[in-house]
C-alpha cells in the first residue's frame, strides 16, 4: 500500500488503485501515517481530528473511524498488503513500512541526496534530490484543514525548501547554473526575504552572463528589506553583490562560494 501526504491525502492499493476513504476517515489516515509504525495515543489523534469541534464522546468516534478505516482499506475481502491498524491500550499504531509514506519516502532520498554530496557525488545526488522532490504533489496534506495539519504544513513546506536550495547549490557546483535558474526564480517569489536563495539566484545569474539582474537582485531585497523590516541585508549577501559588481574571478565556475552564501 502506499499512502500521500505530499497532496491531497490518498491511500492507493499495490495495484495502483486508489481506495475510496471518507472524511473522518481520511483524517485520521493522515494523523496516524504521519509517524508511521509509531504508537500514537488516543488523545493525539483524537486533538489532530477534532482540535476545535470534538464530538461528545471521542473515544468512540475514534474507534467508529478506526473501524471505517479498516474497511476502507479492504478490498474484494482481502485485507491491503503490508497494512494492519493495530489497537494498543491507549492508542494505536499504523503497522507499515515506513516508505510506503510518501513523506518519509521524501526524507530518506533527501539523507541519501545529502550523504552523497558530502562524498563528492554530485550527479547521484542530483538524482536523489529529484526523486525527493517529485514525490510533492501539491499543498501537503491539501484536503486537511485543521490546525495540526496546518502545522504538520510549515514543518514540511520548511523541509521542501532545504531539499530545493540543497539541489540548487549541487547543481551550481556542476556547472548547470541555466537549469536550476526556474527553480531559483519560483523559490525567491515564495521566499522573498531569503538571503540565501537571493544569493544563490544572484551567483546563477552571474554565471550565466547576467550581471545586471544579478545586480537588480539585490537592490529588490534591499529596498524591500529596508522599507518592511527596517534592515539591510547581511554581510554575506552584501560581500557577493560587491564581488560580482568587481567581477571576482573566484565566482567562476568552480568556486566553493557556490555552497557558502
Known amino acids: 500500500m502506499e499512502i500521500q501526504l505530499l497532496g491531497c491525502v ?4 499495490r495495484s495502483g488503485d486508489k ?11 493522515a494523523a496516524l501515517a504521519w509517524t508511521p509504525g509509531a504508537f500514537v495515543a488516543d488523545e493525539t489523534l483524537i486533538e489532530r481530528v477534532w ?15 478506526a473501524t471505517r ?13 503490508g497494512f494492519e491498524l493495530i489497537r494498543k491500550r491507549g492508542g494505536y499504531v499504523l503497522a507499515i513500512d515506513e516508505l510506503c509514506v510518501d513523506t518519509a519516502r521524501f526524507r530518506a532520498l533527501v539523507r541519501q541526496a ?21 514525490l510533492w504533489r501539491g499543498e501537503p496534506l491539501s484536503d486537511v484543514r ?19 536550495v540543497g539541489s540548487t547549490e549541487l ?3 556542476a556547472g548547470r547554473h541555466e537549469e536550476c535558474l526556474p527553480q531559483l526564480h519560483w523559490l525567491s517569489e515564495m521566499h522573498p526575504f531569503d538571503e ?33 523590516l527596517g534592515c539591510e541585508p547581511g554581510p554575506e549577501l552584501r560581500s557577493l553583490h560587491e564581488r560580482i559588481l568587481a567581477r571576482d574571478p573566484r565566482l567562476r565556475l568552480g568556486s566553493a562560494y557556490a555552497t557558502s552564501v
Open 146 to 164: 485543521t490546525a495540526w495539519a496546518e502545522s504538520t504544513r510549515v514543518a514540511l513546506r520548511r523541509e521542501h525548501r532545504e531539499a530545493l
Open 196 to 228: 540565501k536563495v537571493t544569493g544563490l539566484l544572484m551567483l546563477a545569474l552571474h554565471r550565466g552572463g547576467r550581471q545586471a539582474d544579478a545586480l537588480d537582485c539585490f537592490q529588490l531585497l534591499r529596498l524591500r528589506m529596508i522599507d518592511l
Open 10 to 13: 490518498e491511500a492507493r492499493a
Open 114 to 134: 545529502q550523504q552523497e554530496a558530502r562524498a563528492g557525488d554530485t550527479e547521484t545526488a542530483l538524482g536523489r534530490y529529484a526523486r525527493a522532490l517529485e
Open 19 to 29: 481506495l475510496p476513504l471518507p472524511h473522518g476517515t481520511k483524517l485520521l489516515l
Open 69 to 81: 478505516l479498516r474497511k476502507a482499506l479492504r478490498a474484494d475481502g482481502q485485507l491491503t498488503e
Open 51 to 65: 482540535q476545535e469541534r470534538r464530538p461528545q464522546h471521542p473515544r468512540d468516534a475514534l474507534y467508529i473511524q
Open 171 to 173: 547543481y551550481l557546483r
